[in-house]
């Protein structure tokens, strides 16, 4: 089986702070890598992707990086806000998808 | 387009019945995946569908698990002789393929009770 691994469960930030939630995934075919966001009794949402053949990818107030060479991909949330807090999953897509454990989010007002 | 729905949004079941969970994926999706998760879990793959067709199933899944997709839009999941362990959040996703960016859009979820 996949081993997609989060390095910490929980994270906890200050209202405004940049938070940078980590992954490790251990196979190395793996050409797609998807970050959701889950809120308890809710469905996982969609926040970025990232294709294998890129390094880096943006978008509003969130950044994916992709090190492929150490197997490690990360999310930065920038100005972390309350809204931000729930649940993060990294997930890698090798014919089928495979997910982390999660890290739990909270934003300290 | 409103999204992955799913019905029920909630099951409490006894041990032994059988439930079946409904998945009404985005339009023009044509792949359908089913999830369970378990607190403090990150979704577990179960099967999916590309139209029709079912392409692959988990191998840990039970043979009391099977799912349809017969029209190629809509899917329902059953479980039969339910147990205990069975409780979870049953997720359904869809996505749109080929496609080098294979995004999955996840539906609320099932959240089973097997007493």
């Known amino acids: 089986g996949e081993s997609v691994g989060l390095h910490l469960p929980t994270l906890s930030v200050q209202e405004g702070d940049n938070s940078i939630i980590n992954c490790a995934y251990s196979n190395s075919a793996s050409d797609y890598f998807i970050w959701y966001k889950q809120e308890s009794g809710k469905g996982p949402q969609f926040i970025i992707d990232i294709r294998s053949n890129m390094d880096k990818r943006q978008g509003q107030r969130v950044t994916v990086l992709l090190n492929k060479t150490v197997k490690h991909l990360s999310l930065q949330i920038a100005a972390t806000q309350p809204g931000d807090s729930a649940v993060y999953f990294c997930?890698?897509?090798?014919?089928?998808?495979?997910f982390g454990t999660g890290t739990s989010l909270t934003v300290i007002p | 387009d409103t999204g992955v729905s799913q019905d029920p949004r909630h099951k409490i079941t006894k041990r032994g019945q059988n439930v079946t969970f409904r998945c009404d994926p985005i339009s023009e999706h044509n792949r359908l995946y089913w999830y369970r998760q378990t607190l403090g879990q990150g979704p577990e793959f179960l099967t999916y569908f590309q139209n029709e067709a079912q392409l692959e199933k988990s191998r840990l899944l039970s043979d009391r698990f099977s799912a349809e997709r017969p029209k190629g839009s809509f899917s329902t999941l059953e479980i039969q002789r339910t147990e205990q362990g069975d409780s979870a959040m049953y997720l359904c996703?869809?996505?749109?393929?080929?496609?080098?960016?294979?995004?999955?859009?996840f539906g609320p979820g099932t959240r089973l009770l097997v007493l």
């Open positions: 996703a869809s996505s749109f393929y080929p496609g080098l960016q294979e995004t999955q859009y």
């Open positions: 997930a890698e897509r090798d014919n089928q998808f495979y």
